[in-house]
């Protein structure tokens, strides 16, 4: 997977976009459901915690601040599946 673009999360800061939002969900669903297998969670749940990892995100995406290192978006996200 590709880092993460910088214009995206600079688009979904701004929070009137979309379009960005189902960018965000069609990149990053397929790699949460992927963890979540991972951790033998059913296929059925999966899909269920991804959705509502993805409903945290939006609430809490106005909270994160990029630190300009590879993967920190990815590891914010990972840490709210695993919270999830």
């Given at each position: 997977?590709?880092p993460t673009s910088v ?32 951790h033998g969670v059913r296929?059925?749940d999966a899909e269920d ?36």
């Amino acid at each position: 997977m590709l880092p993460t673009s910088v214009s995206l999360l600079e688009r979904l800061h701004a929070n009137d976009d979309p379009a960005a939002w189902d960018r965000l969900a069609g990149l990053y669903s397929p790699l949460i459901r992927g963890w979540l297998a991972r951790h033998g969670v059913r296929p059925d749940d999966a899909e269920d915690l991804t959705q509502e990892v993805l409903l945290v995100v939006v609430r809490r995406f106005p909270e994160f601040r990029h630190n300009r290192r590879a993967g920190a978006f990815r590891a914010w996200l990972r840490t709210i599946a695993v919270n999830c």
